[in-house]
Antibody, heavy 128, light 103 residues
Framework: EVQLVESGGGLVKPGGSLRLSCGGSGLTFVNAWMNWVRQAPGKGLEWVARIKRNTDGGTTDYAAPVKGRFSISRDDSKTTLYLQMDSLKTEDTAVYYCVSDRLYCSETTCSAGHFDHWGQGTLVTVSS | DIQMTQSPSTLSASVGDRVTITCRAP??????LAWYQQKPGKAPKVLIYKASRLENGVPSRFSGFGSGTEFTLTISSLQPDDFATYYC?????FGQGTKVEIK
């Protein structure tokens, strides 16, 4: 059974920083493309960031609202995904989910199909 | 990223009803669309992927249809466990969500 377990959420003041972690088990973490998806209170789902596996270049991508402030990274030796969040704003308040991609690969390239495994989420509250 | 348009935003229905939710893409996305169910306080879970493929363990009363720009999620006979919020998704974009409420 795949398990993704987030940690690191909490209360932080505007302008502050926080680092989220996500430990994975039951999946071949080194082969996974991983994401952070968030959900503000009472709102819908918003994709935040993706990191591809190292064999696909370890490329990262970010949603426009967080680009330049958030940084996604991974430590495959620890099967752990991270999200470093700096210059936090009140609008970053949300539950943050760690999510894996279902990949579809041809002979030469892979693409993400849908989000197949989700963690339980960790709440980040940005407030003075 | 493209913006997915989902409707309705709220749907009131009774147990046993057939319900349909629609999702539209601004351009052709072939069949690259997924549907998720989310219950309060829980993470979303995938129901349908590639427009019509049922995820393992999902009841057969759920079905997906469509290709190109217009897609539907249908629940053939609504069960008490199905009252939840449903989202469509393509690439990095989610629809706004449809809350299925008890009538």
């Amino acid at each position: 059974e795949v398990q993704l377990v987030e940690s690191g959420g909490g209360l932080v003041k505007p302008g502050g920083s926080l680092r989220l972690s996500c430990g994975g088990s039951g999946l071949t973490f080194v082969n996974a493309w991983m994401n952070w998806v968030r959900q503000a209170p009472g709102k819908g789902l918003e994709w935040v960031a993706r990191i591809k596996r190292n064999t696909d270049g370890g490329t990262t991508d970010y949603a426009a609202p967080v680009k330049g402030r958030f940084s996604i990274s991974r430590d495959d030796s620890k099967t752990t995904l991270y999200l470093q969040m700096d210059s936090l704003k009140t609008e970053d308040t949300a539950v943050y989910y760690c999510v894996s991609d279902r990949l579809y690969c041809s002979e030469t390239t892979c693409s993400a199909g849908h989000f197949d495994h989700w963690g339980q989420g960790t709440l980040v509250t940005v407030s003075s | 990223d493209i913006q997915m348009t989902q409707s309705p935003s709220t749907l009131s229905a009774s147990v046993g009803d057939r319900v349909t939710i629609t999702c539209r893409a601004p351009h052709n996305i072939d069949r690259w669309l997924a549907w998720y169910q989310q219950k309060p306080g829980k993470a979303p879970k995938v129901l349908i992927y590639k427009a019509s493929r049922l995820e393992n363990g999902v009841p057969s009363r759920f079905s997906g249809f469509g290709s190109g720009t217009e897609f539907t999620l249908t629940i053939s006979s609504l069960q008490p466990d199905d009252f939840a919020t449903y989202y469509c998704q393509q690439n990095n974009s989610f629809g706004q969500g449809t809350k299925v409420e008890i009538k």
